[in-house]
């Protein structure tokens, strides 16, 4: 537990406009002492924000689930696209994994987000609802959100009028992770192709050796040293070896020819120095690499004060990535041809 002075130093380092946040979070790991209570309080928290969330009038939300195959359970996943469109031209695609920490959160935590991009990169957005650990610890999430991607780069493309040559993958802190997972086994085994990947504010290394993962132990940042070990030992619990690369990216040895990259990076995250060493890795290996870092934040204050300065500059960084990436793969092909007939009935 941190001490006052150590407290009141931490606050002197964050942003004024988010400094309020911090001193109002709570230490998780005292309160939540385990996985499963972490996991029935944020569901019904977010049970409990999704009624109040104000959705755009310009996107249509659908729920589906992917049939199962033969290597894979079936899927359940929420797309979102834009209301006006041509149907004869098909769009670019972002497959959006949340975060929470591999124990936690949901499709709808993240639909703001979702129909920004929607909105401003005239693009389908869809969002993974994978299974979270400990109950199914890795490969679990991670074999579906690969299903996933190779569903969208197939059968899924014409049903949901994607561009199969022009998708990127994304996520969010844990989602960061399995965003930057998914590309690695897609470029190393010759699977589907993927245009950019936005790994925001991500998990990349489960060994908690880097000097930031040591120094930043201010409890109020959520994703504190504690919490983030607990939730390491339930998303490996199956490992009895080294850990794979796909579960920790940070772990791969070589890196293999990864699309474009936007890594974001907020300063006062024990994961800063881990996102740093991967950016550095990805550009030593020629691999085209952008990287924010965020002065005065801390994990997750992009998202939970999105009105702040700092907040607002991290999402039209990250908004204006994604377009100049949609932009470079344009579909050359006006006529889209047959596809399948969408009869899913939209949310709400």
């Not at 790994?199 to 040591?214: F, G």
Request: aromatic letters at 8%; hydrophobic letters at 35%; one cysteine or more.
């Amino acid at each position: 537990m941190n001490n006052p002075e150590q407290l009141a130093i931490f606050e002197q380092r964050i942003d004024p406009q988010l400094r309020d946040l911090l001193r109002g979070t709570p230490n998780l790991l005292h309160d939540l002492p385990t996985l499963r209570e972490i996991q029935a309080r944020v569901r019904d928290y977010l049970t409990e924000c999704g009624d109040n969330i104000k959705h755009s009038a310009e996107v249509a939300i659908y729920d589906y689930e992917l049939p199962p195959t033969r290597t894979n359970k079936a899927v359940a996943i929420r797309y979102y696209k834009p209301k006006n469109y041509n149907h004869n031209k098909p769009l670019p695609a972002l497959l959006w994994i949340h975060g929470g920490g591999f124990i936690s959160g949901d499709v709808r935590s993240n639909d703001t987000i979702c129909e920004r991009f929607v909105v401003e990169c005239n693009c389908i957005v869809v969002s993974v609802a994978y299974r979270l650990a400990p109950q199914h610890p890795f490969p679990a999430g991670f074999d579906d959100c690969y299903a996933v991607l190779e569903w969208l780069a197939s059968s899924g493309a014409s049903k949901l009028d994607i561009d199969p040559e022009n998708i990127a993958v994304g996520g969010s802190s844990t989602g960061g992770c399995l965003a930057a997972g998914i590309a690695l086994k897609a470029c190393e085994t010759d699977g589907p192709k993927i245009t950019h990947q936005l790994l925001l504010i991500p998990v990349l290394d489960d060994r908690h050796q880097t000097q930031s993962s040591r120094d930043i132990t201010d409890h109020r940042v959520v994703w504190n040293r504690e919490l983030s070990l607990l939730s390491w030992d339930g998303y490996l619990n199956d490992v009895l070896e080294e850990t794979p690369s796909y579960a920790a990216p940070a772990r791969t040895k070589i890196i293999p020819n990864l699309p474009s990259t936007f890594i974001s990076i907020e300063e006062q995250d024990l994961l800063r120095d881990e996102a740093i060493e991967y950016a550095q890795r990805l550009m030593q290996a020629g691999i085209n690499t952008e990287l924010h870092i965020y002065p005065g934040t801390f994990h997750g204050s992009f998202i939970v004060a999105p009105e702040a300065d700092v907040s607002q500059q991290h999402m039209s960084d990250v908004v204006n990535s994604l377009k100049k990436s949609f932009s470079r793969h344009p579909n050359e092909n006006s006529d889209y041809g047959t596809h399948d007939t969408d009869h899913t009935q939209p949310v709400g």
